[in-house]
């Protein structure tokens, strides 16, 4: 069967939060967002994941964790490669969590394969993981605590916990049936929770002063989930006038796996 591709191009605006595009690629999509090339090239970032992955008009990037699944989960896919690197960090351990479906049962975690990423564009080719990326029904990824990034865009190591992605490829497995209005969905669940400080500006924790007397980020070694600024977005000069503070407002869905 032919590989699909999903390359975050279909798209306007600045950003946009894929929860709400559900279906996109065939895919329902938590806790990701698609960031513009636009909205990249407006800054002044050096050497970035944001800069290095980029390739067209589009990325996909993760907050932190979040992920995708099949938007009929009586389809199951295996992904095949993509391209991915942390925006702000190097030697960033990132778990590629996949899951498999069984109906009445839920999600079950099939395998979780740690891959240390940097700000450099890495392509992953996960056919030399085995079976471990093969059908599958939800794939999620959780970001940990890496060390400190690159220098060039703000004169000091960068930190943070966010994902780039782009240029994902897939297949599905088999023709798979019909399971009614996608059961199981936490794409599409009411959500449990409201992600804290959302604007619109994906910055590294050092760009908001969060520093202890050592120069470290005050919290960045209590792990992804004890610290507040990696998904803090200040707003984009000139473009925001309200409007897109407000999409990021939105309350955010469960995660994957709750």
């Not at 979040?66 to 989960?73: H, K, T, V, Y």
């Not at 059908?135 to 690159?150: K, P, Y």
């Not at 000091?156 to 209005?181: C, F, R």
């Amino acid at each position: 069967m032919k590989d699909k591709q999903i390359d975050f191009k279909n798209f306007s605006g600045y950003l946009n939060n894929l929860y709400y595009y559900g279906g996109y690629g065939g895919m329902n999509w938590n806790d990701m967002y698609e960031v513009q090339a636009a909205f990249v090239n407006e800054h002044n970032w050096c050497d970035t994941g944001y800069n290095n992955v980029l390739s067209g008009k589009g990325e996909g990037i993760t907050l932190g964790d979040g992920g995708f699944q099949s938007d009929n989960l009586g389809r199951s896919f295996t992904l095949m490669k993509g391209t991915f690197a942390s925006a702000w960090e190097s030697n960033q351990p990132v778990d590629f969590n996949t899951y498999t479906y069984t109906a009445g049962q839920g999600f079950t975690l099939k395998a979780s394969v740690d891959i240390a990423l940097n700000q450099n564009a890495k392509t992953i080719n996960f056919a030399h993981y085995g079976a471990d990326f093969k059908d599958i029904s939800m794939i999620a990824f959780v970001s940990g605590v890496g060390q400190g990034g690159n220098t060039c865009s703000y004169g000091t190591p960068t930190y943070g916990y966010i994902l780039v992605m782009d240029n994902l490829e897939y297949h599905w497995d088999g023709a798979g049936k019909s399971l009614g209005a996608h059961p199981g969905n936490m794409a599409h669940r009411a959500p449990h929770h409201v992600m804290p400080h959302i604007a619109a500006n994906f910055s590294p924790l050092s760009a908001h002063g969060d520093q202890d007397t050592s120069g470290q980020p005050a919290s960045h070694t209590t792990g992804a989930h004890d610290v507040p600024y990696h998904t803090q977005l200040s707003a984009l000069p000139g473009h925001d006038s309200g409007g897109l503070t407000g999409q990021f407002a939105l309350p955010q869905a469960e995660h994957f796996g709750t």
